[in-house]
């Protein structure tokens, strides 16, 4: 399985948006400041997260949320997963 995700950082409450296989290892690298973009904004703390069966779909995902580029549509993403996520 792959992953499409939002991360939000502790420092700033920025967003920055990926996609991975191993969504635990990912995270980690970002807060450990391996990723280059997401090293100077850490913590950050996963918000929001899609699942896909193949890479070429969660790429696609993912460039489709990065073309978006507003947070008021982040912010309405990331409030309906949370919904979905307490109603479980």
Do not use: C
Request: net charge positive; aromatic share 14%; charged share 35%.
């Amino acid at each position: 399985m792959y992953f499409v995700y939002i991360l939000q950082s502790n420092r700033d409450e920025t967003y920055y948006i990926g996609q991975t296989e191993n969504l635990k290892k990912r995270l980690e690298q970002h807060n450990l400041g391996i990723s280059k973009y997401t090293k100077t904004k850490r913590p950050w703390k996963i918000v929001y997260i899609e699942e896909f069966k193949t890479r070429k779909n969660a790429l696609s995902r993912e460039r489709f949320l990065k073309k978006q580029r507003n947070r008021q549509f982040y912010e309405k993403l990331i409030k309906n997963y949370e919904s979905l996520i307490k109603s479980d």
